[in-house]
């Protein structure tokens, strides 16, 4: 398996809130991506990362933004968090001799934000 | 609007039966297609689709792509009960950051 972590990987926060959900992997893969799965939609991109300190935005990426000041670290941070944040986020690494196709997963963090 | 379209939501069988799994998709700058198999935990990759008509095998599952109608599907053979799970189909575009994943395909698998 690929060498990712997820952290927290369960947390409840109130509405309004802020919250930051960390990625870190030890594969020094150059892409990295975060994730939100929710039950009917599968998975659906929020931002990804293609270097240190190169970040863009995936189709779902209202009301969160991401930093990524080292390889092997990935944040998301939800800067106030609702309702409809409540899901799993996972994060995912491609291999950078392969370019950004084949992702692997880490373990998920289920957030819900009452 | 891109999108990746899997059917049948889901499918109950018995084991040792041969089972089917379709994706279509729609989506600009096509790149590759990505079937991935969700337990009750992160997804695991299984194949990665390229070109048309060749075929992609791992033991009992079997997958192939056909680009001019646009469509995969992934095919399990005699199917066990480690077999259930939701199967997710992905289509990456040529840039390789945009990923569209479809709602995926549960499967239970009776003994």
């Known amino acids: 398996d690929a060498g990712i972590t997820q952290s927290p990987r369960h947390k409840v926060t109130e509405t309004g809130t802020p919250v930051t959900l960390r990625c870190h992997q030890t594969e020094n893969h150059r892409y990295m991506y975060w994730y939100r799965q929710d039950p009917g939609h599968g998975l659906r991109l929020i931002h990804y990362s293609y270097g240190v300190k190169d970040t863009d935005k995936g189709e779902v990426s209202d009301g969160y933004s991401v930093s990524r000041s080292k390889t092997e670290d990935f944040l998301l941070t939800l800067e106030s968090a609702t309702s409809s944040q409540t899901s799993v986020y996972f994060c995912?690494?491609?291999?950078?001799?392969?370019?950004?196709?084949?992702?692997?997963f880490g373990p998920g963090t289920r957030l819900t934000v009452t | 609007e891109d999108k990746v379209v899997q059917s049948p939501l889901s499918l109950v069988v018995h084991e040792g039966d041969t089972v089917t799994l379709n994706c279509s998709y729609e989506?600009?700058?096509?790149?590759?297609l990505l079937w991935y198999k969700q337990e009750k935990k992160a997804p695991t990759f299984l194949f990665m689709l390229t070109s048309s008509g060749i075929e992609k095998k791992s033991g009992r599952l079997s997958s192939i792509l056909d680009k001019k109608e646009l469509f995969s599907i992934l095919n399990i053979t005699a199917t066990q009960t480690g077999d259930s799970a939701v199967y997710l189909c992905a289509v990456v575009n040529t840039g390789g950051f945009k990923t569209i994943f479809g709602a995926g395909t549960r499967l239970f698998v009776k003994a």
């Open positions: 995912a690494i491609s291999e950078s001799d392969r370019g950004p196709y084949e992702q692997y």
């Open positions: 989506v600009t700058n096509f790149r590759s």
